[in-house]
């Protein structure tokens, strides 16, 4: 370990949580750091849409205001990065991935989910159903801010947050698990914070 | 152009802090005395990485604001949401370590045998490693035409004041203030954009060389209102900071 | 977060390429586009380094640090060119290169 810096604190992080709620090797922070790989996209709402889709052929699709009228929920997760900040009791709001993949029918393994900018990110269908993922709008009680993926981003909070994809367009049905974007520089395929799940060979 | 040869991989090295100045309310420049340190050119900077206790480690870039030959110092500006240039600035004092690696850099550098004339347009804290620029140029005697336009909030924002305002060797300097101006301020006011470029930059004909340094907004507007002056894209250098966190 | 550029980046580079990088040209194998490394716009703040072209956005390089070894791809670069001094990448190096990139003397592929 490097020499500690005399009066140096790390500030952002917060007090200790209770035993087994923060996974291994994360300390939890009080704000809500902004990561990207990319430029901030700007999609107008009225050109907006989320769509699912296989093998090419779109099977269905939202518009902003059809989405915004589906059942939405209220979600609090306690949410992981990857690069080991931990944020607990996040607050949003968003509708089930489950409603928007039984409203498009689907019969396949995994999901790569397509953002605007180019971004990827890849799951087992299992993973984004059974009320664990949702396409959440809101956070901390108002709009999503850009800068954290709105206006919509996935949010998948049982996997590191790489995975809850920012400025999520839909989700493509696959046959085979293909590398998204981090998987494909190096990042594990699943992601699960509390097997340590950050590297592929992890 | 002399390169100096990069020793091989860069290593961290703990330097002692020899004295910590308060240039502006929120900005300081911090004189170090690494252990080993080969020398540097203008316009390089170094890596700070500050450790705390329970091994989580930071790291920040940091303009060498000293010209080549002088010891190495930095000049820091106190970040309101900053993790770092809140303890470099108000913490940090004469006799600490800090670990430190560099100089790193070979872009953006300058040296008189690289000529000019030279515009140096400096936003915020960019104006640091400009500075060194212009020191070096004085150092060495250099006889290049140089020109800094320099965007700052206040006047009490400016950094080096003093020093820039003594005439160097006829190193001119051009003050815009963009949040306020004490009264009787009979210079340019507000942001920089292309009638403050087209009047105080030098012309494209003299073939300038440009360093722009300063927040991502500020380089991506001086850069652009050069190159529409005239100034040939790659005789135009640029070093972001971001808009908060510094690099 | 603002983007940064190349400069940020400088000492990763040494640490990857061994030597001073910010100076090197690259090339962009989407769009063509040459510009010194110091000009490429640089997100820093991710699971991984990402460098993409200043004009058509592409990704050019990405370094993550894993395992004690930073993975770095070049797929995104035509070319990377600097002149005036032999590569050596002293540190593990793991350069995954598109068939088409004439990388120089970055150092060995897997």
Same mark, same amino acid.
């Given at each position: 370990?490097?020499?500690?810096?005399?009066?140096?604190?790390?500030?952002?992080? =917060?007090?200790?949580?209770?035993?087994?709620?923060?996974?291994?090797?994360?300390?939890?922070?009080?704000?809500?750091?902004?990561?990207?790989?990319?430029?901030?996209?700007?999609?107008?709402?009225?050109?907006?849409?989320?769509?699912?889709?296989?093998?090419?052929?779109?099977?269905?699709? /939202?518009?902003?205001?059809?989405?915004?009228?589906?059942?939405?929920?209220?979600?609090?997760?306690?949410?992981?990065?990857?690069?080991?900040?931990?944020?607990?009791?996040?607050?949003?709001?968003?509708?089930?991935?489950?409603?928007?993949?039984?409203?498009?029918?689907?019969?396949?393994?995994?999901?790569?989910?397509?953002?605007?900018?180019? !971004?990827?990110?890849?799951? &087992?269908?299992?993973?984004?159903?059974?009320?664990?993922?949702?396409?959440?709008?809101? !956070?901390?009680?108002?709009?999503?801010?850009?800068?954290?993926?709105?206006?919509?981003?996935?949010? @998948?909070?049982?996997? *590191?947050?790489?995975?809850?994809?920012?400025?999520?367009?839909?989700?493509?049905?696959?046959?085979?698990?293909?590398?998204?974007?981090?998987?494909?520089?190096?990042?594990?395929?699943?992601?699960?914070? /509390?097997?340590?799940?950050? !590297?592929?060979?992890? | 152009?002399?390169?100096?040869?990069?020793?091989?991989?860069? %290593?961290?090295?703990?330097?002692?802090?020899?004295?910590?100045?308060?240039?502006?309310?929120?900005?300081?420049?911090?004189?170090?005395?690494?252990?080993? /340190?080969?020398?540097?050119?203008?316009?390089?900077?170094?890596?700070?990485?500050?450790?705390?206790?329970?091994?989580?480690?930071?790291?920040?870039?940091?303009?060498?604001?000293?010209?080549?030959?002088?010891?190495?110092?930095?000049?820091?500006?106190?970040?309101?949401?900053?993790?770092?240039?809140? *303890?470099?600035?108000?913490?940090?004092?004469?006799?600490?370590?800090?670990?430190?690696?560099?100089?790193?850099?070979? *872009?953006?550098?300058?040296?008189?045998?690289?000529?000019?004339?030279?515009?140096?347009?400096?936003?915020?804290?960019?104006?640091?490693?400009?500075?060194?620029?212009?020191?070096?140029?004085?150092?060495?005697?250099?006889?290049?035409?140089?020109?800094?336009?320099?965007?700052?909030?206040?006047?009490?924002? @400016?950094?080096?004041?003093?020093?820039?305002?003594?005439?160097?060797?006829?190193?001119?300097?051009?003050?815009?203030?963009?949040?306020?101006? &004490?009264?009787?301020? %009979?210079?340019?006011?507000?942001?920089?954009?292309?009638?403050?470029?087209?009047?105080?930059?030098? =012309?494209?004909?003299?073939?300038?060389?440009?360093?722009?340094?300063?927040?991502?907004?500020?380089?991506?507007?001086?850069?652009?209102?050069?190159?529409?002056?005239? *100034?040939?894209?790659?005789?135009?250098?640029?070093?972001?900071?971001?808009?908060?966190?510094?690099? | 977060?603002?983007?940064?550029?190349?400069?940020?980046?400088?000492?990763?580079?040494?640490?990857?390429?061994?030597?001073?990088?910010?100076?090197?040209?690259?090339?962009?194998?989407?769009?063509?586009?040459?510009?010194?490394?110091?000009?490429?716009?640089? !997100?820093?703040?991710?699971?991984?380094?990402?460098?993409?072209?200043?004009?058509?956005?592409?990704?050019?390089?990405?370094?993550?640090?894993?395992?004690?070894?930073?993975?770095?791809?070049?797929?995104?670069?035509?070319?990377?060119?600097?002149?005036?001094?032999?590569?050596?990448?002293?540190? /593990?190096?793991?350069?995954?290169?598109?068939?088409?990139?004439?990388?120089?003397?970055?150092?060995?592929?897997?």
């Amino acid at each position: 370990m490097s020499p500690v810096t005399r009066g140096f604190q790390h500030l952002r992080r =917060a007090p200790a949580a209770e035993a087994g709620r923060v996974p291994p090797g994360q300390h939890v922070v009080g704000d809500f750091p902004v990561l990207s790989a990319g430029p901030t996209p700007h999609t107008p709402l009225e050109d907006w849409t989320f769509s699912v889709t296989q093998d090419g052929q779109m099977r269905e699709s /939202w518009t902003w205001a059809e989405l915004q009228a589906l059942p939405a929920e209220t979600i609090t997760a306690d949410i992981h990065c990857v690069t080991r900040w931990s944020k607990l009791g996040t607050q949003w709001r968003g509708v089930p991935v489950d409603v928007l993949l039984e409203a498009a029918g689907y019969d396949a393994p995994y999901v790569l989910a397509f953002c605007d900018g180019g !971004y990827t990110t890849n799951l &087992p269908v299992e993973d984004v159903t059974g009320g664990k993922a949702w396409v959440a709008f809101d !956070y901390d009680g108002g709009p999503l801010p850009p800068e954290h993926g709105g206006p919509a981003r996935l949010l @998948v909070p049982h996997l *590191y947050f790489w995975k809850s994809a920012k400025w999520v367009r839909g989700l493509e049905l696959r046959d085979h698990d293909a590398p998204g974007f981090w998987e494909t520089y190096g990042y594990h395929m699943y992601g699960d914070p /509390w097997k340590e799940e950050r !590297y592929a060979g992890d | 152009m002399e390169r100096r040869a990069v020793r091989g991989r860069l %290593t961290w090295q703990v330097a002692t802090v020899t004295s910590v100045t308060q240039e502006t309310g929120s900005v300081v420049t911090i004189a170090l005395d690494p252990a080993d /340190w080969p020398g540097h050119r203008a316009g390089q900077h170094l890596d700070v990485r500050l450790t705390a206790d329970d091994g989580y480690t930071a790291e920040r870039s940091y303009s060498i604001a000293s010209a080549p030959g002088e010891p190495v110092a930095i000049t820091v500006e106190r970040l309101e949401d900053g993790e770092v240039s809140p *303890y470099l600035t108000e913490e940090l004092r004469a006799g600490d370590k800090l670990e430190l690696r560099g100089p790193i850099g070979g *872009y953006f550098v300058w040296e008189p045998a690289d000529g000019g004339p030279l515009m140096l347009l400096a936003g915020g804290s960019g104006v640091v490693p400009l500075r060194s620029i212009l020191r070096h140029r004085r150092r060495t005697g250099s006889d290049v035409p140089a020109r800094l336009l320099y965007s700052a909030r206040t006047l009490p924002d @400016v950094i080096y004041r003093g020093e820039l305002d003594q005439d160097h060797d006829g190193a001119q300097v051009i003050y815009t203030l963009t949040r306020s101006q &004490p009264p009787g301020w %009979t210079g340019h006011t507000g942001r920089l954009d292309q009638a403050l470029l087209a009047e105080a930059a030098w =012309a494209g004909e003299a073939n300038p060389l440009a360093f722009i340094c300063g927040p991502t907004s500020f380089v991506e507007t001086a850069a652009a209102g050069l190159v529409g002056l005239g *100034y040939p894209p790659e005789r135009v250098k640029t070093e972001r900071f971001g808009a908060t966190g510094g690099r | 977060m603002d983007a940064l550029d190349g400069n940020a980046i400088g000492g990763l580079l040494i640490d990857v390429f061994g030597a001073e990088m910010t100076a090197a040209r690259s090339t962009c194998a989407t769009c063509g586009d040459s510009r010194p490394v110091a000009e490429l716009v640089v !997100y820093r703040q991710a699971p991984g380094t990402v460098v993409r072209c200043r004009t058509c956005g592409s990704v050019l390089m990405v370094f993550v640090r894993a395992h004690g070894a930073i993975d770095t791809d070049l797929t995104g670069l035509a070319s990377l060119s600097q002149p005036d001094r032999p590569l050596s990448g002293e540190q /593990w190096l793991a350069c995954r290169t598109s068939t088409q990139a004439r990388i120089g003397q970055v150092g060995p592929t897997r």
